[in-house]
């Protein structure tokens, strides 16, 4: 029995796509989509790209001052752009959130990637045969639909049975040691 591979290319047919987020993976995503020489619109909640990687405007991020990433900074670097300059300071082969919020910033001035700031999606639906993406600031149809919003921006706290009368912290909401000095603490679970 003979197998037969075929591949299907998106550049063989050029389409709208709406990105929906501006941090490390809406980025590349819009970057290779304008490159194939698709239409891509890039939606971003916030006023600055880099998404979790944003502690200084970001609200909802998980980032903390002394963070640093468990990947070494070859790893974390796209293809197209190697992790070479330095973006803070510091050269550490785990770079810090700064850094890397940094080189986001860097990637997306020189490939050009644009991006509408202050665009949160309110709805995605598919109408007639297109994603009809609801922002603030407009409604746009597209040929297809990147979610690229990250999985870290909601925190899940589970239930626990029994009682506790002391501080309970996500991880999400940790910001310093500072409030931990001299006490007992427990960590439980793990991304």
């Known amino acids: 029995?003979?197998?037969?591979?075929?591949?299907?290319?998106?550049?063989?047919?050029?389409?709208?796509?709406?990105?929906?987020?501006?941090?490390?993976?809406?980025l590349i995503s819009t970057h290779e989509l304008n490159k194939e020489g698709h239409s891509v619109t890039c939606l971003e909640s916030e006023k600055d790209i880099g998404g979790t990687w944003d502690?200084?405007?970001?609200?909802?991020?998980?980032?903390?001052?002394?963070?640093?990433?468990?990947?070494?900074?070859?790893?974390?670097?796209?293809?197209?752009?190697?992790?070479?300059?330095?973006?803070?300071?510091?050269?550490?082969?785990y770079p810090g959130h700064a850094e890397i919020h940094g080189y986001l910033k860097?990637?997306?001035?020189?490939?050009?990637?644009?991006?509408?700031?202050?665009?949160?999606v309110e709805n995605i639906e598919k109408v007639e045969g297109k994603w009809e993406v609801r922002y603030r600031g407009g409604n746009d149809k597209f040929d297809a639909i990147v979610i690229a919003n990250g999985h870290y921006e909601t925190k899940h706290?589970?239930?626990?049975t029994g009682h506790f009368d002391g501080k309970i912290l996500h991880s999400h909401d940790y910001k310093s040691p500072k409030d931990f000095a001299g006490k007992r603490v427990i960590f439980l679970g793990s991304a």
């Open 157 to 160: 706290v589970p239930d626990f």
């Open 106 to 120: 860097a990637f997306a001035e020189e490939k050009k990637v644009e991006v509408k700031f202050d665009s949160p």
């Open 1 to 26: 029995m003979r197998t037969v591979r075929r591949t299907i290319s998106l550049s063989a047919r050029h389409i709208s796509v709406c990105v929906v987020g501006a941090g490390g993976a809406g």
């Open 55 to 93: 502690y200084q405007t970001n609200t909802r991020s998980s980032m903390y001052p002394s963070l640093r990433t468990n990947l070494p900074r070859n790893l974390m670097a796209y293809q197209c752009f190697p992790f070479g300059p330095n973006y803070t300071g510091d050269m550490r082969r």
